[in-house]
């Protein structure tokens, strides 16, 4: 009787392994270490259906384009005020609004209905509040650290950012966001409120670029009109790219960019399921650990071999 009780507790162990590494293998979310105590805050946003939501016309998906000399990633627009509102938070949102295109891009998303949208960019607010006492003007060091405390993604801020960097982010499917002195983009769709009334910070992703034309294409959050695949030339977006300053109160600081990846990958020739941060993967070892961590299918991304080989390897994960 014991013979045959091992039998079934053995044949219960190979088919709940097989399990999660067929489920590894079948799972394909489109392209896109530290120790087990210091994993960040990942919210469990599983996207829902959108029947019965609104999709609002300043929530649009972009379509993705990949030749030559042109480069366009698939995220979904996301007006700052996507209910147009504007008010309230609503009125200066352009980071929550990045943020939230860039975490669904990683979802595999293709549009974002306004109550999604609105979901997560409150969640920015309320942690902003709940940390500075503020959610206005968010500097590329607080961006990047709600990033990593509540997205899919990882965010690293980069000092004077160059075209060939950004280029070759958006090749590898990473979006960039870039915080920006206003007036410097010279965008009439954009009221920017001159100083001492308004900082003219903004915010913005940039999906693509084309070397046809020498130019950036965004999805910029505070253009009501044009927002959805907006171009600028290399020139002005590189000119405009400044942080906030909260000693002088406007968007007069260093160039940076916040490059993005996303924190679960696989590649496609493994079931092996990784969790990087800090130029790390771990190997997430079972099922159990993977759900326990609050995380879901749809938050893997597919990335190739050979970028996933540059992270160090750390500890493995296992409850």
Sequence with gaps: MKKIFKYILAAVVVLATGYFLMAMVLHSAPLAANSNANLPKLLNLKPTSNAGNQIATVNQSVTAVRTANKVILAVPYINESPDNSWTGPWKNACEEASMTMVDQYYYGKSSVSIAEAKKEMTMFFDAQN????????????????LINDYTIYNAT??????????????????PVIVPLYGFDLHNKNIPFVPAPRGTSYHMLVIIGYDDATKEFITNDDGDTKDGPSHRYSYDILMNAIHDYSFVTKHADGPA???????????????????????????????????????WTWDMVNVVKKDWLDTFKTGIDLKL
Excluded at 135 to 140: E, K, P, Q
């Design 130 to 145: 709940k940390i500075w006492g503020s959610n206005a003007n968010s500097d590329a060091a607080r961006t990047a650290l």
């Design 256 to 294: 940076r960019a916040i490059f993005t990846y996303p924190k679960l990958v696989k590649s496609a020739d493994s079931p092996k399921v990784y969790y990087l941060h800090d130029n790390i993967k771990q190997w997430v070892l079972d099922e159990a650990t993977f759900k326990a961590k609050g």
């Design 157 to 174: 801020i980069i000092e004077l950012p160059t075209i060939s960097q950004i280029k070759n982010e958006l090749e590898r499917s990473r």
